[in-house]
């Protein structure tokens, strides 16, 4: 038996199959099944969902949604906080350039006022008995009287520049956030214009007392959209009462008596209280 073995060729061990003896029933053969055959049972893939992210759309496995929305989320808030932060600073350096300004001006007027003290008591002298009494003493006050006026007039043109400069630069901030506001309203305002502006600011110095260097000033959306408010509730108004009023003058019924239309006898909504009760009264009395 073993040298029967022996005789067998390598590899072919595994494929000999004992013939099955008489009465035997055949050994029942298995076969490996394709993956990829008709039927097979398929593990389904995760459903894919849309989610926008920074402007774009994109499909991913609906588990990671939650935490791309979250990654969205954290990166707009972390971009407002940087946009706040940003603004305060801008805010900060202004006020302390402001600051400083005011503080410069501050001085500047105390310069000029201490000045205009002492100009005024050189103006007060009498010169000519000065002249007269004590020439190089006169000599020598004119001379630091001219240098003091001359200060002052330097202090004075610093001072006048530096207020025209900050009123170029207060229209310059004016226009600029008028021209921001108008881009804000015409998002919010349907048809917004310059006409519309213009009714507006009418309706609020006729109708609300605002004067003109008021509703120039105004560079803040938020009055022009309640301005806009109270316009539509005047509109709204007025239509009402026009509806109403022609619902009140509709036409009594009228007789004609001699070829002329008289008014039938009754009580008009349009009787004084007098008249009203008088008629009232005779109606009832007649009843």
């Given at each position: ?170 229209q310059r901030e004016t226009a600029k956030k ?95 209280t007098d008249a009203w009760m008088k008629q ?8």
């Amino acid at each position: 038996m073993a040298d029967a073995l022996d005789q067998v060729p390598l590899g072919t061990v595994e494929q000999t199959v004992t013939a099955p003896t008489p009465g035997q029933a055949e050994p029942e053969q298995t076969t490996e099944q394709d993956p990829d055959a008709e039927g097979e049972a398929v593990t389904p893939t995760p459903e894919d969902v849309e989610v926008d992210y920074e402007g774009a759309k994109f499909k991913v496995p609906l588990a990671l949604k939650d935490a791309l929305l979250r990654q969205a989320d954290y990166t707009r808030k972390t971009q407002e906080v940087a946009e706040t932060r940003k603004s305060l600073e801008t805010r900060e350096a202004e006020f302390n350039q402001r600051t400083k300004d005011h503080m410069d001006n501050l001085k500047d007027v105390s310069r000029l006022v201490a000045l205009d003290e002492r100009l005024d008591a050189y103006k007060k002298l009498d010169w000519e008995s000065l002249r007269n009494s004590d020439p190089l003493r006169s000599q020598e006050l004119f001379q630091q009287y001219q240098l003091l006026k001359d200060e002052r007039t330097e202090i004075a043109g610093s001072l006048s520049a530096k207020s025209q400069q900050a009123a170029i630069e207060q229209q310059r901030e004016t226009a600029k956030k008028l021209e921001q506001a108008n881009v804000e309203l015409a998002k919010e305002i349907p048809n917004w214009s310059p006409d519309t502006a213009k009714k507006l600011f009418d309706f609020g110095a006729k109708e609300l007392g605002f004067t003109q260097h008021e509703l120039s000033g105004i560079t803040d959306k938020r009055v022009v959209m309640a301005l806009h408010l109270a316009w539509i509730g005047q509109q709204l108004t007025a239509k009402q009462r026009a509806a109403t009023a022609a619902q009140k003058t509709v036409a009594e019924p009228v007789s004609q008596v001699g070829g002329k239309a008289t008014p039938r006898p009754g009580v008009r909504d349009d009787m004084s209280t007098d008249a009203w009760m008088k008629q009232r009264m005779k109606q009832v009395a007649s009843a």
